[in-house]
């Protein structure tokens, strides 16, 4: 408990350099407020599945949204646990952006895209390099 106590007692955890807060997990609860917030912006196009293609959807997607979520991430050193929330993340927004209800789930080979959280551990080990 004493941990989690020194965390909030930390005020540079929540300081904002360069568009990032300085604290890991801080800045990863921010990035994915600011993804929600521009997925619900673009929810219009996400509900005209008949004139927008899935394609064209994923696109879209991956081009407006996952650089929202992903900002400067080879800066994180998450845990397994926020490792596993952020993919968790973006797989609810992939499910939406897709229509796909509870007892269905997304193939690999239906979006094309990898982990969000293997995106960021080999960011973060090309930075090392």
Not at 52 to 57: D, M, N, R
Not at 91 to 118: A, D, E, F, M, Y
Request: glycine fraction near 4%; include cysteine; charged fraction near 20%.
């Amino acid at each position: 408990m004493r941990r989690e106590t020194d965390r909030v007692a930390e005020v540079w955890r929540t300081t904002k350099m360069l568009g990032s807060l300085l604290g890991d997990a801080e800045d990863l609860a921010r990035r994915k407020q600011l993804a929600l917030l521009a997925f619900r912006q673009m929810l219009t196009l996400w509900l005209r599945r008949q004139h927008v293609s899935e394609a064209l959807q994923l696109r879209l997607y991956n081009a407006f949204i996952v650089p929202v979520l992903t900002y400067n991430m080879g800066t994180w050193a998450l845990t397994q646990a926020e490792s596993a929330r952020l993919d968790s993340f973006h797989r609810t927004q992939l499910k939406h952006l897709l229509g796909i209800k509870w007892p269905q789930h997304i193939s690999k080979s239906c979006t094309n895209v990898i982990s969000v959280s293997l995106s960021a551990l080999r960011s973060r080990s090309m930075q090392k390099g």
